[in-house]
């Protein structure tokens, strides 16, 4: 097979990249029992993608490690032969919902496999059958962004039909799908984002309404918009200042989701440091709100959320398309996705 493959070399093409990454032939083990051998199809990028080449991601980065965490393909040795599967993005979490039954791993950097590769080997209790309204570059967008978003909002935010939630940083990938999913699920979205033509676009996907995040009045905003309503539920990758705000339009018990912190430019919210991170005051206390990290889910709610895209026939949003899988597809979309170009997800079809 070949693969996409870390290295200790940056790519002449990117500045400030601690690491780079190779296209090289390697063998493929053949599948044990309970094992599937995959053929890939289509992958996709994530923001991970890009901060493991730049050294900022917080987990060990292992040289040596196939790159990629979203993938679609085909089985071709195993008891499903010929079927067109996602693969989950994760492992070492079966089933608990309150995290990891084991050490858990998401699929790009060792011990797990990645996806930037022709062929791999997987469980295949990690194997979920594709919706068939998916094209292959819809499949390859969903696992990763599509899990995280199912789970923040429905295992730890308990969002409900006719329930209000606010999603923050609208356009990026995890907050396009919690958008999509509770607009499916008769939910009322509110958004966030630095872009009028963002919230316009969430809009146009369902969202009641939304406030630009570097407003310092945003929420008071958010407040009018309301109209006395309250939300019941945030979804949020960026942490930060708002959460001093949020009191303001949060109904008691409202549950505040944390899957990201991509405000803190420092890296300090990635410390066991008081520097950067979220507020929390006795206010919140007062409310009785509850703050909930949340990583990424289990193969339990992989599954849930993939057999949920396929009832509601939900299709991701995919911004760009590169054929064939090289070093210099992967270069450009990387340049493409650390620009921020991207409304939607970037993919290599094979």
């Keep these: 097979m070949v693969a996409i493959v870390l290295n200790k070399t940056p790519r002449p093409k990117f500045k400030d990249t601690q690491y780079g990454f190779?296209?090289?032939?390697?063998?493929v083990d053949q599948p044990k029992d309970h094992e599937a051998l995959v053929e890939i199809q289509g992958v996709s990028f994530n923001h991970r993608d890009v901060w493991i080449l730049q050294g900022f991601y917080p987990l060990p980065i292992t040289p040596g490690?196939?790159?990629?965490?979203?993938?679609?393909?085909?089985?071709k040795k195993g008891k499903n032969n010929g079927?067109?599967?996602?693969?989950?993005?994760?492992?070492?979490?079966?089933?608990?919902?309150?995290?990891?039954?084991?050490?858990?791993?998401?699929?790009?950097?060792?011990?797990?496999?990645?996806?930037?590769?022709?062929e791999v080997v997987v469980e295949e209790a990690?194997?979920?059958?594709?919706?068939?309204?998916?094209?292959?570059?819809?499949?390859?967008?969903?696992?990763?962004a599509g899990l995280t978003a199912y789970r923040a909002l429905?295992?730890?935010?308990?969002?409900?039909?006719?329930?209000?939630?606010?999603?923050?940083?609208i356009g990026g990938g995890v907050a396009v799908y919690a958008l999509?999913?509770?607009?499916?699920?008769?939910?009322?979205?509110?958004?966030?984002s630095s872009s009028?033509?963002?919230?316009?676009?969430?809009?146009?996907?369902?969202?009641?309404?939304?406030?630009?995040?570097?407003?310092?009045?945003?929420?008071?905003?958010?407040?009018?918009?309301l109209n006395g309503e309250k939300i019941q539920a945030v979804v949020d990758g960026a942490g930060g200042k708002i959460y001093a705000q949020l009191p303001k339009v949060l109904a008691n018990g409202a549950r505040m989701v944390n899957y990201g912190q991509t405000s803190d430019k420092s890296g300090n919210s990635m410390t066991s440091t008081d520097k950067g991170g979220i507020v929390f005051t006795m206010i919140h206390v007062f409310g009785n709100y509850d703050l909930r990290g949340s990583t990424m889910g289990s193969r339990r709610e992989f599954h849930e959320m993939v057999a949920f895209v396929d009832k509601h026939k939900i299709k991701p949003l995919v911004s760009k398309?590169?054929?064939?899988?090289?070093?210099?597809?992967?270069d450009e979309a990387i340049d493409y996705m650390a620009n921020g170009h991207q409304q939607g997800k970037l993919v290599i079809e094979f």
């Design 154 to 169: 429905f295992d730890k935010g308990c969002a409900k039909k006719g329930d209000h939630v606010l999603i923050t940083g």
């Design 65 to 75: 490690s196939v790159l990629g965490s979203d993938g679609v393909g085909v089985v």
């Design 321 to 330: 398309v590169w054929k064939g899988l090289s070093e210099e597809t992967v």
């Design 196 to 225: 009028a033509e963002k919230i316009e676009f969430a809009k146009k996907l369902g969202a009641k309404g939304g406030v630009n995040y570097k407003d310092p009045n945003c929420i008071d905003d958010l407040k009018k918009q």
């Design 83 to 118: 079927q067109r599967v996602l693969i989950c993005p994760g492992i070492g979490w079966d089933k608990d919902p309150r995290g990891p039954e084991d050490d858990y791993y998401i699929l790009g950097l060792l011990p797990a496999i990645g996806t930037f590769a022709s």
């Design 22 to 27: 190779e296209l090289i032939d390697k063998s």
């Design 180 to 192: 999509q999913f509770a607009v499916a699920e008769g939910i009322n979205v509110w958004v966030t």
């Design 126 to 144: 990690d194997l979920a059958p594709c919706p068939e309204h998916l094209s292959t570059a819809e499949a390859a967008a969903l696992p990763l």
